[in-house]
T-cell receptor, first 120, second 110 residues
Framework: NAGVMQNPRHLVRRRGQEARLRCSPM?????VYWYRQLPEEGLKFMVY????????ESGMPKERFSAEFPKEGPSILRIQQVVRGDSAAYFC??????????????????FGPGTRLLVL | GIQVEQSPPDLILQEGANSTLRCNFS?????LQWFHQNPWGQLINLFY???GTKQNGRLSATTVATERYSLLYISSSQTTDSGVYFC????????????FGTGTRLKVLA
């Protein structure tokens, strides 16, 4: 029963390159969340996706960042033209489908090991 | 938006000591989780505890939702307990995103 998987675990990019981070949710989970952790800080929400839909991207920077969760395959967080300030740990979390009668009710998020992005 | 504050920010303990970590939040929440981030950066779920009390081995947690705080108790601490402890809350109302606290950095000395 594999947990949330992220790859790569470490990624080094030069300024101006693209970074592509992948997240495979736990089996049976259809909700994916991306968070960013800057050094010495807590995690900050970026985006919440369900299959083929972006539900909440209120934490995503307006430019250079995009996320998708296709019908098949992992969720992808893409950062174009990376800058040094993008260096951080990027965590993905997943949760199971929410039961309609419990809409808005409790749900645990399970986190992956993170991708550490270093921009030179 | 909701504010989540944790105290103390830093804590140093001798192995075997007990400790209490606190999480205050500024508004009502639907969900609350405690996490341990180990020195390798991995986030480990400790408790899902929107209200009430739970125990798991040497760890226990209590959330008093009406008073907007949660406590994490660590008893007989071990060096492997070192790391950063985060609480995270979810407002509900369909937002589903967690707001993380500032963390408590714990170091347990042998």
């Amino acid at each position: 029963n594999a947990g949330v998987m992220q790859n790569p675990r470490h990624l080094v990019r030069r300024r101006g390159q693209e970074a592509r981070l992948r997240c495979s949710p736990m089996k049976g989970h259809s909700h994916v969340y991306w968070y960013r952790q800057l050094p010495e800080e807590g995690l900050k929400f970026m985006v919440y996706l369900q299959k083929e839909n972006i539900i909440d991207e209120s934490g995503m920077p307006k430019e250079r960042f995009s996320a998708e969760f296709p019908k098949e395959g992992p969720s992808i967080l893409r950062i174009q033209q990376v800058v040094r300030g993008d260096s951080a740990a990027y965590f993905c979390a997943s949760s199971p489908p929410r039961v309609p009668e419990l809409a808005g009710g409790p749900e645990t998020q399970y986190f992956g090991p993170g991708t550490r992005l270093l921009v030179l | 938006g909701i504010q989540v504050e944790q105290s103390p920010p830093d804590l140093i303990l001798q192995e075997g000591a007990n400790s209490t970590l606190r999480c205050n939040f500024s508004d009502s929440v639907n969900n609350l989780q405690w996490f341990h981030q180990n020195p390798w950066g991995q986030l480990i779920n400790l408790f899902y505890i929107p209200s009430g009390t739970k125990q798991n081995g040497r760890l226990s947690a209590t959330t008093v939702a009406t008073e907007r705080y949660s406590l994490l108790y660590i008893s007989s601490s071990q060096t492997t307990d070192s790391g950063v402890y985060f609480c995270a809350v979810e407002r509900g109302s369909g937002t589903y995103k967690y707001i993380f606290g500032t963390g408590t950095r714990l170091k347990v000395l042998a």
